[in-house]
């Protein structure tokens, strides 16, 4: 875990002037030795103490270990050395976060969004710092082992990371026009390669789940509020009372990232904006927002499988939220998007199932 951050999150390490040091911290690293990674990195900053690419992967490596105030050593003083090195920067913001120091922690995000606003691993960190506790994808598992659903939906799979959640014999189906599965999927579940607006009009969605209705589904499909509100109202046709629709990216991390516009790698789009729709037109629901990171996780129970309210109102919705501007948001944000605590104990008792 701790390499695939160096390496995969903040960069490599290039350093022509202390490379072979760095370089067999890495291998250390790579077998698990930490501490002798430090006593590498230790003595090349004997030797060297001006080195900022050992201070910053000794500090790294303390971080990792449990050791933050030690690490804060070492990353001040590298900060002190490059103050714009976005590894540092990085750095000191996660280490900032374990101390409790979340002003600080998200004054060093800001920063470091500043200095290199492509780093996907700044957004994740932002985010973990503003909502924390366990992620949507943990999430989704727990609800997953807690229903225990005949049948599951989902829509927009990508490489199929969480419809592998669903074990036999949960009766699982992924849409996505465009899905990259990792491996042939497993006999639960079966994939249609076609976007869900096809799908809903040429599939009878009870009749490709066994005459069974949707029992959970998951829409994290295209980023725009339109194409979820779409989904919404046609999976809701296909539940029961007692269906929870699962909508992610519902609690936006700022305006930037809730473009409709996709300017970074993370992007959360405007899905915010179902949110308000659904609690101004359909109060009948159950409407909740999971604060998990990175950008929240709509649950939606109490549905009404004849309410044909949406589809037929939606040239009006459409019109009506796309105009609504983010700015809506700036004045209780949590309120607006009936922001609920990420604590398991708290979130299973909205997922009362009577069947």
């Known amino acids: 875990m701790l390499l695939r951050v160096l390496k995969d999150l903040i960069g490599g390490w290039n350093s022509p002037k202390e490379g072979d040091s760095i370089r067999l911290a890495y291998e250390y690293l790579n077998r698990s030795h930490n501490e002798k990674a430090i006593e590498i990195l230790s003595a090349l900053l004997k030797r060297k103490p001006d080195c900022v690419d050992g201070l910053i992967l000794r500090g790294t490596v303390k971080r990792a270990m ?68 366990e992620d949507y ?27 592998r959640l669903v074990k036999p014999p949960t009766l ?3 849409i996505d026009p ?16 076609e976007t869900s607006d096809a799908f809903f009009a040429g599939h009878d969605l009870h009749t490709e789940l066994g005459g069974l209705p949707v029992d959970l589904a998951f829409i994290d499909g295209m980023h725009h509020f339109e194409f979820a509100l779409r989904d919404f109202a046609n999976l809701e046709r296909s539940g029961t009372r007692d269906s929870t629709i699962l909508i992610h990216d519902c609690y936006p991390l700022d305006r930037e990232t809730a473009d409709r516009d996709q300017h970074h790698v993370f992007w959360s789009g405007d899905i915010w904006r179902l949110i308000v729709l659904l609690k101004k037109y359909r109060p009948d629901l159950s ?58 104990e708290k979130i ?8």
């Open 287 to 344: 409407i909740q927002t999971i604060g998990t990171p990175p950008t929240g996780l709509g649950l939606v129970r109490n549905l009404d499988p004849g309410s044909s309210y949406l589809l037929e109102h939606y040239d009006r919705l459409y019109d009506e939220f796309l105009s609504l501007d983010y700015s809506y948001l700036d004045e209780d944000k949590a309120g607006k998007l009936n922001l609920f605590p990420n604590e398991w």
């Open 348 to 355: 299973s008792t909205l997922l009362k199932v009577t069947r």
């Open 172 to 174: 699982a189906i992924g």
């Open 66 to 133: 449990g050791r933050p105030l030690e690490a804060l050593v070492d990353l001040k003083r590298a900060a002190a050395l490059a103050p714009n090195d976005h590894r540092c920067l990085y750095e000191l913001a996660a280490v900032s976060y374990l101390l409790g120091d979340i002003r600080l922690a998200l004054e060093y995000c800001e920063r470091l969004r500043r200095v290199a606003p492509e780093l996907n691993a700044i957004y994740m960190l932002q985010s973990q710092i503003q909502l924390r506790g």
């Open 178 to 193: 465009n899905p990259q599965l990792t491996g042939p999927p497993p006999e639960n579940f079966r994939v249609f390669a």
């Open 137 to 163: 994808f943990q999430i989704l598992g727990r609800v997953l082992d807690f229903i225990k659903p005949r049948t599951y939906v989902e829509i927009g799979i990508e490489q199929g990371n969480s419809i």
